[in-house]
């Protein structure tokens, strides 16, 4: 059997004294190759300052910029190279015990005459390297001009190289794609909401003309004026603040907190228990945990049971239901009202659609309600659709990710 040896402090200590003089070597060492690996860089790194510096306080362009920045260092290099040459030469020469002052000063005036012709040409054919090289830039430059917010059709042609310049004209023509889409999306919402708001203006404005000339006597037509007048207003109301929703939801950051849907299902039932007398809201709910924003939610579900009551006749039920299925809360509003048909169906979530049934039926609304409860749904990474079927009634369902 093999008997447990007794710890020796002293033994432990020498071998951790070991380990920490190996670290120690170690962690010299690195440092030794950190220091020179800087001392190499240094002269890398002034260059790099320099040029830097140079580049921001030139003002000419770019391809000034260069042609003059490796013009200088090339003289540089040029300048420290011939003085290596001419001084080992001139000590080579003395050495040897020849004493001749005139080679030198020859040999420094050629090797300065060959510098200045070497820079000359470099500079100038730098300064074509560099026009060629970044007369895309200029191009661009003159493509961008011709862009304006009134028509973003423009795009800028394809750079003809594998670079820096390709990229960033395809990332400059993918910007103005999305500019463009969003400016129509914008000039098409601000049509679409004056066009829907022209209508009540126009009503509110042939009642007053009317009241002007005849209804102050006729109490009649005073009675109709001031019904349509209060009517229209409040629909103006109506689709002025759901403009203003949809134009908020734009940047709205959703909430995410976990809570059980069923629960706001049951505090939408019995808040509708109480306002509602003319249909009955009946919930069917099963408890499921999502991670969402509860009041947009709630919103959302708001909007579909409105719009059942709104489009169903009075006593008639309106169903809602949940349950999970295959990692999906699925929550229905089913109703038993006029239903809508084939041909509105794919539009019902359309800016301002209504369908004519709806119209003749019910002359409030603004035809934002669904739109802004899809935008709702799929902020929160869900999916919204309705089936229906005229004279029978509808229902909408909305999915939401179940919570982990
Ligand atoms: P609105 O303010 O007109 O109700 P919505 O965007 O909520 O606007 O609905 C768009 C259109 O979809 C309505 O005008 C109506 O024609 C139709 N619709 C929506 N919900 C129902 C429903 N439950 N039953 C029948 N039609 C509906």
Redesign the pocket.
């Known amino acids: 059997m093999d008997e447990k040896k007794p710890v020796n402090p002293e033994e432990v200590e020498y071998t951790l004294k070991e380990i920490r003089a190996e670290q120690d070597a170690k962690n010299n060492q690195k440092g030794f190759w950190k220091k020179v690996w800087s001392v190499i860089c240094w002269p890398f790194r002034q260059i790099k300052r320099f040029v830097k510096f140079v580049a921001s306080k030139i003002p000419v362009p770019i391809t000034a910029k260069t042609t003059i920045i490796f013009t200088l260092l090339f003289t540089v290099a040029l300048i420290i190279l011939d003085a290596f040459i001419v001084s080992s030469v001139s000590n080579h020469l003395q050495m040897l015990g020849v004493d001749d002052e005139g080679y030198i000063i020859s040999l420094t005036l050629t090797s300065a005459l060959l510098i200045i012709i070497s820079v000359i040409v470099v500079a100038a054919l730098g300064a074509l390297a560099s026009t060629a090289m970044l007369s895309p830039v200029r191009k661009i430059i003159k493509q961008i001009d011709s862009i304006s917010a009134d028509d973003l059709s423009a795009r800028i042609d394809n750079v003809d190289a594998q670079d820096e310049l390709r990229e960033l004209t395809e990332r400059i023509n993918a910007m103005l794609d999305n500019l463009e889409e969003s400016f129509d999306r914008q000039k098409k919402f601000v049509s679409d909401a004056s066009h829907e708001l022209k209508t009540p203006i126009a009503v509110i404005q042939g009642y007053s003309n009317m009241l002007l000339r005849w209804g102050k006597e006729d109490k009649e037509v005073l009675d109709e004026s001031v019904e349509s007048i209060a009517r229209e207003a409040d629909n103006m109301k109506?689709i002025v603040e759901q403009l203003l929703t949809l134009a908020r939801m734009g940047q709205y950051m959703v909430k995410s907190e976990r809570f059980d849907v069923s629960q706001i299902l049951d505090e939408l039932s019995d808040s509708y228990a109480l306002v509602c007398k003319t249909h009955t809201v009946k919930v069917s709910a099963k408890k499921a945990l999502v991670n969402a924003d509860k009041n947009m939610l709630t919103e959302c579900l708001r909007?579909?049971v409105d719009?059942?009551i709104?489009?169903?006749d009075e006593g008639k039920t309106v169903k809602i239901s949940c349950y999970d299925e295959d990692g999906y809360v699925k929550i229905e509003v089913s109703?038993e009202?006029?239903?809508?048909s084939e041909d509105?169906l794919p539009r019902?979530f359309d800016r301002f659609?209504?369908?004519d049934?709806?119209?003749k039926r019910n002359g409030?609304?603004?035809?934002?309600?669904?739109?802004i409860?899809k935008s709702i749904v799929e902020k929160m990474n869900g999916t919204i659709e309705a089936v229906?079927e005229v004279g029978v009634g509808?229902t909408?369902t909305v999915r939401l990710p179940l919570a982990e």
Request: hydrophobic share 30%.
């Open positions: 109506i909007t579909l719009n059942a709104k489009y169903s109703d009202g006029c239903g809508i509105d019902v659609y209504r369908c049934k709806a119209r409030k609304g603004s035809g934002l309600g669904l739109t409860a229906s509808s909408f």
